[in-house]
């Protein structure tokens, strides 16, 4: 079982990026998915969540700016990010819990069992 990031990168305020989750020998269509990010020094911050229906749930600070969205068939997560912020700058992850739906604590962080490795994102 392998989460794979990618897509991070350094842009500047107000810009956008798109980070792709991709799954490997994962039950992706029956599994809790989330995004979540780290800085140094500082507990990982869930970003957003979505379940195998596609509903979904954001923390307050990115509401209206990031997207989560998934590609069943692909076994593919993504989280499109527009107007962002400094404050935006972390590690992105992406995790994974084989559930029918996501735990409405799941952005607490530690419902997840599966992690990839992240991607960087910096915005300045």
């Known amino acids: 079982v392998q989460l794979v990031e990618s897509g991070g990168g350094s842009v500047q305020t107000g810009g956008s990026l798109r980070l792709t989750c991709d799954t490997s020998?994962?039950?992706?269509?029956?599994?809790?998915m989330g995004w979540f990010r780290q800085t140094v020094g500082k507990d990982r911050e869930g970003v957003a969540t979505?379940?195998?229906?596609?509903?979904?749930n954001y923390a307050d600070s990115v509401k209206g700016r990031f997207t989560v969205s998934q590609d069943n068939a692909k076994g593919t997560l993504y989280l499109q990010m527009v107007s962002l912020k400094p404050e935006d700058t972390a590690m992105y992850y992406c995790?994974?819990?084989?559930?029918?739906?996501?735990?409405?604590?799941?952005?607490?962080?530690?419902?997840?069992?599966?992690w990839g490795q992240g991607t960087q994102v910096t915005v300045s």
């Open positions: 995790g994974a819990r084989i559930a029918a739906s996501c735990a409405a604590d799941a952005l607490r962080g530690d419902y997840f069992t599966v």
């Open positions: 020998g994962y039950t992706y269509s029956s599994s809790c």
């Open positions: 979505i379940d195998p229906l596609g509903n979904s």
